[in-house]
């Protein structure tokens, strides 16, 4: 069996826990923009307008994170200076130009 993985078998019964990896659910965390609010979960495929904001906005990418680091990169991003700050202030200026 995968590392990661357990089974558990009676008869008829089976529960298979796959990779914790692969269960990742993501949120975003960045500023609010048009589209796309603070704090929204995303699941655990991006929605396809997710992905083009990403795509014209590279720095939007950063704030899209697993559950499991939300607490830690809202930190980052209200550290004034730091590179998560400057991202999310990257993120504004390009939604607000358009």
Do not use: W
Not at 2 to 24: C, F, H, M, W, Y
Not at 32 to 44: A, D, E, K, S
């Amino acid at each position: 069996m995968a590392k990661g993985s357990t089974s558990k078998s009676n008869k008829d019964q089976s529960t298979v826990i796959s990779d914790p990896l692969e269960t990742r659910v993501f949120v975003y965390v960045g500023p609010t923009v048009p589209g796309l609010t603070n704090r929204t979960i995303l699941g655990r495929e991006l929605p396809g307008y997710v992905n083009d904001m990403a795509s014209a906005c590279a720095a939007l990418k950063r704030f899209i994170v697993p559950l499991s680091l939300m607490a830690d990169t809202l930190k980052a991003i209200n550290r004034r200076g730091s590179s998560a700050n400057s991202a999310a202030m990257e993120v504004i200026k390009h939604f607000n130009r358009r």
